[in-house]
């Protein structure tokens, strides 16, 4: 088996840079780095994570916990983040948390018990349990505010309310909200945002929910609709589930009803109508919360908003004027 020796030497560094490039690679040159890198690969060369955590006290390990692996809104986000642990040698542990508050804190001890910080995606535990987490080690949210802990906010809510302001410029001052999940920091978020922004227009947001975030949830809204003439719904899949229930119910989007999304599936831009929606830098999200995990102790506790963009597309128009 090839030693971290015979990857100094192939790199043509010395063994102490070698294993700092291994054990603490933000300690290390770019140039450096990469040669060590291309020379351990050559060789075949791995390191031992035991022998790195007694070194330097890190395993080397970042747990993430997601809500959930049903919804394909946090597939770019773990990619993201994967790839981000990848370009730090870094691995991820990855827990999915159902959206269940027990199990969440229960995956986070567990990880926390192997991995040098942790990633908690739209957690669901209320404040005092993730503040007393923070404490024991170093902890990013995603879509989560919690007094000072280190944050990445996908901001959604200013993409709510643009979504609002979109449709009363149409002139729709009845618009319907299909809420999401109960207990969501980022529904609240964005309901808020879009309360405000109906009444700069002297209008009105009408709330449906909590519902699930899913497809059946949006089939069955359709059922049971506040008077709008247009809906904003909290994801895609709402929003998919919802266009297909109302043709269903022989309701034409954007005719009878216009339909927004505050999230942006691939689907939604391919279906009949294309459905207006955000656009939401997800996988830039993951990236970005690894590397403030990542960071933890070296810069002081922040909020870091990513903002989101608007896609009008075919699926909202003026209320009783197609165009």
Known sequence: ?????DVAREAGVSKATASRAMMRPDMVAAPTLERVREAAQRLGFQPNRAARALTTGRTGLLGLIVPTLANPFFSPLVLGAQQA????????????????????????????????????VAPVGDDRTLRALARRRPVVLVDRRVGRLPAVVLDTASGTAELVHHLARLGHRDIAYLSGPPGSWADRERRSAGEEAA?????????????????DAGVA?????????AV???????ALGLLHGLGAAGLR??????????????????????????DVPVAEAGALAVSRVLQAGTRPAATTRLATRLQPRGSTTRPGHPD
Do not use: C, F, I
């Open 253 to 278: 989007v954007p005719e009878d009803l216009s339909l927004a999304a505050a999230d942006d599936l691939t689907a939604l831009g391919a279906t009949d109508p294309p459905v207006t929606a955000l």
């Open 1 to 5: 088996m090839p030693t971290l020796a």
């Open 85 to 120: 642990a990848e370009d730090t040698d870094s691995h991820l542990l990855l827990g999915v948390s159902e959206y269940d508050p027990e199990r969440e804190a229960v995956l986070a001890e567990r990880l926390g018990e192997q991995a040098d910080g942790l990633v908690l």
């Open 221 to 229: 809204a359709a059922r049971d609709l506040p008077p709008a003439t």
């Open 232 to 238: 904003v719904a909290y994801n895609s899949y709402l």
């Open 199 to 215: 009444a700069a227009h002297d209008g009105r947001l009408h709330v449906r929910g909590p519902l699930p975030p899913t497809y």
